[in-house]
């Protein structure tokens, strides 16, 4: 019960924080409403009774209630309509808070763990969507209580000078609904929270038969039926789900309502029986059945706002304790100076699961400042979490990783990053203009066109951004228009290009100490491959590099070249010194220049090669 407490708190003071003049406008407007419905009855009582005095009638008194009965109406409708117009701009306005905050904290996220869990993402997807919903469920459950509270009092004392036994049924009837939508309510949220997956699995089939890069495939396999078939039976089995619910609360409902229904019966047979023995006027009646209806109205509003406030108030923890996740690191750090000796792993440990197997296990490996170490291994050997790692987007489970001797944990990684660069193997293609997917490896310097196109030429792009219809400006889509809405459609390039983009980012970079190139040409052919490595031969003189490529060709001009097997160094040295050990480097380089090589020149003589 605190805990529902605390939420609901919380997700009241988040609207009153992004809207408060109009939730205090909310407020007073629902305070007045509440009594509506007992003024307008008791002025209609008070009608109906004037007019039954026949020949005895006061014209000018009876005009005057007839007056200030519509007044009221009318008044209650133009209330109504101000108080919905409010409840959207606080609604937009909440929903902006809550992208801001939201997203603020998930930008905040350091470490690629929470990316890279399902049950991160099935939390970060109720956040959002309970966290637009709650504030404004949860307030107007609270205005709702308060409306309902003003009513209830109100009408039950019309009710109990009219019959004091049906106001206590008409109470009782109303507080056992309420009891019963709570139980419904938890029901909802619950299967809220179980359905996250199956919808997300939804989405994931969907995707697949919209995404442009998605639909080569999938026609050429022909799996449109099958995707679709799984997308349609992946919702089948929530629509199950919800409608047994549905089902199940329908009937408690329905039984609620037969219950409401034989005790406003009895009450107006009771009620009536009165007025035709006399012991009640015609305005009693009225009165009566006006009030009995503000009541029960009163309370299926309640019970409206609970079924969606009491599955928010589950909901919107979701969003609460994702904002509580750890986010940048607290607490004094030290400065990251120029590397001067070079970066080190020193002994370390790694695995992504505690239960699960070691990824790298030992691994010692130094990159030296102003020098290159280009890394090798076959597939699932460690490599791409060495990257990782070496970026700090994990934290190691053993062993340190050096920063000139000193253990990167000290410091801020936001610090870290800004002293290296880097181009993954599964780059980014951003669905923007050509200027800003270079820029964006520098976002200070995101509108220096002569920067980016410097950028560009190092990584022999620029001709080709500078000949798209628009030049650099040109946005690099085949799925959106441009955000002026002109329409002008986007251009797309081929994968060599979208790599030279993104090796164009990570030079967009000048102030740094260490590049991570991984696979940074494995999208080019020989030739552009062999350009691009003599490029970053020059441009990187003086950083610390880490060059990883399946192929060995690329990296025989490392300083040093490390071996990576079952997540150890098993082997380190120069091309030569490799080779001439016969160890597991020679082994991979003489497969891969085995495949190169045509046997009919192979077999040739040195007389034969001669002549």
């Given at each position: 019960?605190?805990?529902?407490?605390?939420?609901?708190?919380?997700?009241?003071?988040?609207?009153?924080?992004s809207a408060p003049v109009a939730s205090a406008t909310v407020l007073a407007l629902t305070a007045c409403t509440g009594a509506?419905?007992?003024?307008?009855?008791?002025?209609?009582?008070?009608?109906?009774?004037?007019?039954?005095?026949?020949?005895?009638?006061?014209?000018?008194?009876?005009?005057?209630?007839?007056?200030?009965?519509?007044?009221?109406?009318?008044?209650?409708?133009?209330?109504?309509?101000?108080?919905?117009?409010?409840?959207?701009?606080?609604?937009?306005?909440?929903?902006?808070?809550?992208?801001?905050?939201?997203?603020?904290?998930?930008?905040?996220?350091?470490?690629?763990?929470?990316?890279?869990?399902?049950?991160?993402?099935?939390?970060?997807?109720?956040?959002?969507?309970?966290?637009?919903?709650?504030?404004?469920?949860?307030?107007?459950?609270?205005?709702?209580?308060?409306?309902?509270?003003?009513?209830?009092?109100?009408?039950?004392?019309?009710?109990?000078?009219?019959?004091?036994?049906?106001?206590?049924?008409?109470?009782?009837?109303?507080?056992?609904?309420?009891?019963?939508?709570?139980?419904?309510?938890?029901?909802?949220?619950?299967?809220?929270?179980?359905?996250?997956?199956?919808?997300?699995?939804?989405?994931?089939?969907?995707?697949?038969?919209?995404?442009?890069?998605?639909?080569?495939?999938?026609?050429?396999?022909?799996?449109?039926?099958?995707?679709?078939?799984?997308?349609?039976?992946?919702?089948?089995?929530?629509?199950?789900?919800?409608?047994?619910?549905?089902?199940?609360?329908?009937?408690?409902?329905?039984?609620?309502?037969?219950?409401?229904?034989?005790?406003?019966?009895?009450?107006?047979?009771?009620?009536?029986?009165?007025?035709?023995?006399?012991?009640?006027?015609?305005?009693?009646?009225?009165?009566?059945?006006?009030?009995?209806?503000?009541?029960?109205?009163?309370?299926?509003?309640?019970?409206?706002?609970?079924?969606?406030?009491?599955?928010?108030?589950?909901?919107?923890?979701?969003?609460?304790?994702?904002?509580?996740?750890?986010?940048?690191?607290?607490?004094?750090?030290?400065?990251?100076?120029?590397?001067?000796?070079?970066?080190?792993?020193?002994?370390?440990?790694?695995?992504?699961?505690?239960?699960?197997?070691?990824?790298?296990?030992?691994?010692?490996?130094?990159?030296?400042?102003?020098?290159?170490?280009?890394?090798?291994?076959?597939?699932?050997?460690?490599?791409?979490?060495?990257?990782?790692?070496?970026?700090?987007?994990?934290?190691?489970?053993?062993?340190?990783?050096?920063?000139?001797?000193?253990?990167?944990?000290?410091?801020?990684?936001?610090?870290?990053?800004?002293?290296?660069?880097?181009?993954?193997?599964?780059?980014?293609?951003?669905?923007?203009?050509?200027?800003?997917?270079?820029?964006?490896?520098?976002?200070?310097?995101?509108?220096?066109?002569?920067?980016?196109?410097?950028?560009?030429?190092?990584?022999?792009?620029?001709?080709?951004?500078?000949?798209?219809?628009?030049?650099?400006?040109?946005?690099?889509?085949?799925?959106?228009?441009?955000?002026?809405?002109?329409?002008?459609?986007?251009?797309?390039?081929?994968?060599?290009?979208?790599?030279?983009?993104?090796?164009?980012?990570?030079?967009?970079?000048?102030?740094?100490?260490?590049?991570?190139l991984d696979e940074p040409s494995s999208g080019l052919d020989a030739e552009a491959e062999f350009g691009i490595h003599q490029?970053?031969?020059?441009?990187?003189?003086?950083?610390?590099?880490?060059?990883?490529?399946?192929?060995?060709?690329?990296?025989?001009?490392?300083?040093?070249?490390?071996?990576?097997?079952?997540?150890?160094?098993?082997?380190?040295?120069?091309?030569?010194?490799?080779?001439?050990?016969?160890?597991?480097?020679a082994r991979l380089f003489s497969l891969q220049a085995r495949g190169y090589q045509d046997p009919r020149l192979v077999s040739?003589?040195?007389?034969?090669?001669?002549?």
């Amino acid at each position: 019960m605190k805990d529902a407490l605390r939420t609901v708190r919380a997700a009241v003071a988040l609207q009153w924080r992004s809207a408060p003049v109009a939730s205090a406008t909310v407020l007073a407007l629902t305070a007045c409403t509440g009594a509506v419905a007992a003024m307008g009855g008791w002025l209609t009582k008070l009608l109906l009774d004037e007019l039954g005095r026949g020949a005895q009638v006061d014209s000018q008194r009876a005009l005057g209630l007839a007056v200030g009965a519509a007044a009221v109406a009318g008044g209650a409708m133009a209330v109504l309509n101000l108080t919905e117009y409010l409840n959207g701009v606080i609604r937009w306005r909440v929903t902006l808070e809550v992208e801001r905050a939201l997203f603020t904290k998930v930008s905040a996220l350091e470490s690629l763990r929470y990316f890279e869990e399902p049950a991160f993402h099935g939390q970060l997807r109720l956040a959002e969507q309970a966290a637009q919903e709650a504030p404004q469920q949860l307030s107007e459950l609270v205005l709702a209580v308060i409306r309902a509270a003003i009513s209830v009092v109100t009408l039950s004392a019309v009710v109990l000078s009219v019959s004091p036994p049906m106001a206590l049924l008409l109470l009782l009837a109303g507080a056992v609904g309420l009891g019963a939508q709570l139980v419904r309510s938890r029901w909802s949220a619950r299967l809220s929270e179980a359905l996250v997956q199956t919808y997300r699995w939804r989405d994931f089939y969907h995707s697949l038969l919209v995404d442009v890069r998605a639909a080569r495939e999938s026609r050429l396999f022909g799996l449109g039926e099958l995707l679709r078939d799984r997308m349609v039976t992946t919702l089948g089995r929530a629509s199950a789900r919800e409608l047994a619910l549905a089902r199940k609360g329908a009937a408690m409902q329905a039984s609620l309502s037969l219950l409401t229904a034989g005790v406003t019966a009895l009450g107006a047979f009771i009620v009536v029986r009165g007025a035709v023995e006399g012991r009640h006027a015609i305005g009693d009646v009225a009165l009566f059945l006006a009030a009995v209806a503000g009541i029960q109205s009163a309370f299926t509003g309640l019970v409206v706002q609970m079924q969606e406030a009491g599955r928010s108030v589950l909901t919107f923890g979701n969003y609460l304790q994702l904002l509580a996740l750890p986010g940048r690191t607290a607490g004094p750090s030290r400065a990251v100076e120029p590397l001067r000796r070079g970066v080190e792993f020193r002994d370390a440990w790694f695995r992504y699961d505690t239960r699960g197997p070691w990824v790298l296990r030992g691994v010692n490996l130094f990159i030296p400042a102003g020098g290159s170490v280009g890394l090798v291994g076959i597939n699932g050997a460690g490599k791409s979490t060495l990257v990782k790692l070496l970026c700090r987007f994990y934290e190691l489970e053993r062993g340190q990783i050096l920063w000139d001797g000193v253990d990167v944990r000290e410091f801020e990684p936001r610090a870290l990053w800004q002293r290296m660069a880097a181009t993954f193997q599964d780059f980014m293609t951003y669905d923007l203009t050509a200027a800003e997917n270079i820029g964006l490896g520098d976002v200070a310097h995101l509108k220096d066109e002569a920067r980016i196109r410097a950028a560009a030429r190092l990584a022999d792009i620029d001709d080709k951004l500078a000949a798209l219809p628009a030049g650099y400006e040109t946005l690099l889509s085949r799925t959106l228009e441009g955000e002026d809405g002109d329409g002008a459609p986007g251009v797309s390039l081929s994968g060599g290009q979208w790599q030279r983009v993104a090796l164009a980012r990570a030079l967009m970079r000048e102030d740094v100490d260490l590049w991570v190139l991984d696979e940074p040409s494995s999208g080019l052919d020989a030739e552009a491959e062999f350009g691009i490595h003599q490029t970053l031969q020059r441009h990187g003189a003086g950083r610390a590099r880490l060059l990883v490529s399946h192929r060995l060709s690329a990296l025989r001009s490392a300083d040093t070249i490390a071996v990576l097997s079952r997540g150890q160094v098993v082997e380190q040295g120069t091309h030569e010194e490799l080779m001439a050990a016969g160890g597991e480097y020679a082994r991979l380089f003489s497969l891969q220049a085995r495949g190169y090589q045509d046997p009919r020149l192979v077999s040739r003589t040195p007389e034969e090669e001669a002549a």
